[in-house]
């Protein structure tokens, strides 16, 4: 069995230092929900006319609430979901950390670039 032992005096690679943030650092006891979305059928959506939003629910365990402060992590958030144009048609793309705990993830859209106080989010076509 050969075992390599981490030199401290070697900078980290990316990741390398993503490992460990995850295992020992801020991103301990977190999750990462990732929401991809690659329009079919609405060319609205398909052309990079709408923002999407991820609309989370969420309840952390217990557990957690001793490691993370509650109004860091609302049990009800909404997200943008960056959209890029991957030659003719947009896909829709984000990560989410958020502490263990169980979440809802409805995704949502508006037309493209609509100021926050004036969003009417629809559920996405079938």
Not at 80 to 101: A, F, N, R, V
Request: charged share 35%; aromatic share 12%.
């Amino acid at each position: 069995m050969h075992i390599n032992l981490k030199n401290r005096a070697i900078k980290q690679i990316e990741e390398e230092k993503d490992w460990y943030e995850k295992a020992f650092g801020p991103k301990q006891n977190m999750m990462n929900i990732r929401v991809i979305f690659k329009p079919q059928v609405n060319d609205a959506l398909k052309k990079g006319k709408c923002d999407l939003y991820a609309i989370l629910k969420f309840k952390m365990f217990p557990e957690m609430e001793g490691e993370f402060n509650k109004v860091d992590f609302p049990a009800s958030a909404k997200f943008l979901i960056d959209g890029e144009d991957k030659g003719g048609s947009y896909e829709y793309e984000t990560e989410i950390d958020y502490p263990y705990g169980t979440y809802e993830l409805e995704v949502m859209y508006e037309t493209k670039g609509k100021p926050e106080e004036e969003l009417e989010l629809k559920p996405l076509p079938e």
